[in-house]
């Protein structure tokens, strides 16, 4: 969602901040802004909703960027309507502070009227104003930055991530609870960000600000503290080799780079992970329990990651029998949990902010949580029993493609290993499996080629049509429903997903003549009984993951048999199609509107 940079150093601290924004962008966001301190103590403020790249005009009308700190911030509006007053940063009465805030303040309201009973002045109508107040109230002679936030973070109720900065000084001040920010050092500056991967190519490790944590960083360098006394900094991650891996190829948008990448992820996940499976050794090496210690198996997600944990929760109940479940992470609250419960919660960025308030609801001993993130120093990391990296690298379009991908292949991997380790499964069936895995790669590079042209062809077919409908049976219905919430995504076109045997039970009265109707094929011979349905009243169907053969002149469609987590490479001809359809319509695929990458509020 929102994202924040920050930098004090000897010099160039604007450029590096609007630099770090710009690897920010993929996150989603509505508005940009940019506050730094000149070496004569005055003030650059810019704010813009016309993107970042809007405020390197500015920073480059800086006599040789001599700006000593800086703070930027990408917006995704919650509270206050999208304009370039609301944009953060923000500042105080006198024109000194300045703050970039992640998060929700829930008692803003009522510190606003307490703020401007003190006469205080507000110029915007966002719930994080009241920060860049209470700061400056609490900075009096002799308070250091650091403790004035410190101070001013008590009377906040919500979630935040904060940098300060006091133009005067040149100081930075930041702290965090509930939504993520690091810190880290080079060149002889100090560095903030929300997302490492904002200052991967400046820093090669970083520090995580746990809860209400303050680091103050002035001209002797950075001191963390906590309110009230004091804390040693916190241990140094490295930054993961991925973050650096971002897609190039032939497209314009980076999506259409990043499902083009999408044979190489996999044969990343599996190089990586694939050794270890067999003899359960990757599972064992997590640390977890036997699946013999193990009565259920919940799969906690959002989205895309909920639909890549419905297939990754396929493998442990088609193949090893158990008992699954998947939830919508931000209706756990009232779940009933079954004690020896196998969590695995699933998000790519690791803040997504439903997935960590359904783990707040887990009872004591409910079980173990395993985490399945795109970053390893993640919250949701930290808090999970145990932890694999996806190994998707950064994916800078919002709407998700390779990561999806690299979930369901990761988890997919976890779930044999941890049948394997527990000698669970029909040995004819994962053998099966197994080699189902190996050929993924050549599978979704298989499926690249032959729909390109196709999805380009149905785009141009159907750019006036009003609604889609996706269907399947079983293991392929996960990747129906991935397929329509891309087109949604993408195009904000109307797209539903049903269960194909649902059909004649309501979803039918919306198929007419010529409506498109995207047919996930898994092997399921009942399909064929739903297709002629569709047919029957005019739907045009377009049926994803058969086999043709022509013989005698007739074509023959053969329904493809697929592993226990579905045919994953069904997935590609819809991704294909939700942006071919979004460019005929002049979407921007990167950036789909009122969609954000980190979901970091709820």
């Not at 609007?18 to 966001?29: K, S, T």
């Not at 439903?354 to 993640?378: F, I, K, M, W, Y």
């Not at 979930?407 to 049948?419: D, E, M, P, R, Y």
């Not at 049903?498 to 004649?504: D, I, Q, R, S, T």
């Amino acid at each position: 969602m929102c994202g924040i940079t920050a930098y004090r150093g000897p010099t160039a601290a604007a450029s590096r901040a609007r630099n770090a924004l710009e690897r920010l962008e993929y996150r989603g966001y509505d508005s940009a802004g940019i506050a730094a301190r000149r070496p004569d103590g005055s003030t650059m403020h810019a704010r813009t909703l016309s993107g970042v790249a809007a405020l390197a005009v500015v920073v480059g009308e800086e006599p040789a960027d001599a700006t000593t700190a800086a703070i930027g911030h990408t917006r995704w509006a919650t509270h206050g309507e999208v304009s370039e007053a609301n944009a953060h940063p923000l500042e105080d009465c006198g024109g000194r502070l300045y703050v970039v805030h992640n998060g929700i303040i829930d008692n803003a309201d009522a510190l606003r009227a307490r703020l401007v009973g003190a006469g205080h002045r507000f110029a915007t109508g966002v719930d994080s104003e009241v920060i860049v107040h209470l700061v400056e109230q609490a900075q009096r002679p002799g308070v250091g930055l650091g403790d004035a936030l410190a101070d001013a973070v008590t009377h906040l109720s919500g979630s935040w991530a904060v940098v300060v900065l006091d133009a005067r000084s040149g100081a930075l001040a930041a702290t965090a609870h509930g939504s993520p920010l690091i810190c880290a050092e080079a060149g002889g500056g100090t560095y903030f960000a929300s997302d490492v991967g904002a200052i991967a190519p400046e820093v090669d490790e970083f520090r995580v600000l746990e809860d209400d944590d303050v680091v103050e960083v002035d001209a002797a360098g950075p001191r963390w503290h906590r309110s009230g006394g004091s804390c040693r900094p916190r241990g140094l991650w490295p930054v993961p080799r991925t973050a650096l891996l971002a897609s190039t190829g032939r497209h314009r948008d980076h999506m259409g780079n990043e499902i083009d990448e999408q044979p190489l992820i996999a044969r990343r996940v599996l190089e990586a992970l694939s050794p270890g499976i067999a003899d359960g050794r990757l599972w064992r090496g997590l640390g977890l329990p036997s699946l013999d210690g193990i009565d259920r198996v919940a799969v906690l997600g959002c989205g895309t990651s909920l639909h890549a944990g419905r297939a990754v929760a396929g493998v442990f109940g088609r193949l090893g029998g158990m008992p699954t479940r998947t939830l919508v992470a931000s209706e756990v609250a009232h779940e009933v949990w079954e004690p020896r419960t196998l969590v695995i919660a699933i998000s790519q960025s690791g803040e997504t902010a439903d997935v960590l308030r359904a783990l707040d609801s887990l009872p004591p001993r409910h079980g173990t949580v395993l985490a399945l993130t795109n970053n390893t120093s993640s919250t949701l990391a930290r808090r999970s029993d145990a932890v694999i990296d996806c190994l998707a690298g950064p994916e800078v379009g919002v709407a998700a493609t390779k990561t999806f991908v690299a979930q369901v292949l990761t988890g997919v991997c976890v779930a044999l290993s941890a049948l394997a380790a527990a000698d669970r499964g029909d040995s004819a069936c994962v053998d099966a499996d197994l080699r189902a895995l190996a050929a993924t790669p050549d599978a979704l590079a298989a499926a690249l080629d032959t729909w390109r042209g196709p999805c380009a062809q149905l785009a141009a077919d159907h750019a006036r049509a009003s609604g889609f409908l996706f269907l399947g049976r079983g293991a392929g219905l996960v990747y129906a429903a991935e397929g329509a919430l891309k087109l949604k995504e993408l195009s904000y076109r109307w797209a539903e997903a049903h269960p194909a045997g649902e059909l004649k039970h309501g979803p039918l009265a919306l198929v007419t003549t010529g409506t498109p109707v995207f047919v996930v094929d898994n092997g399921d011979p009942r399909l064929d009984v739903d297709i002629a349905e569709v047919t029957a009243r005019g739907g045009r169907v377009i049926r994803i993951g058969e086999r043709v053969l022509n013989v005698g002149g007739v074509a023959l469609h053969l329904p493809r048999t697929g592993p226990s987590w579905g045919p994953l490479e069904s997935v590609i001809p819809l991704q294909m199609f939700a942006r071919e359809l979004a460019l005929r319509l002049h979407r921007d695929v990167d950036k789909p509107r009122n969609l954000a990458k980190s979901v970091t509020v709820s």
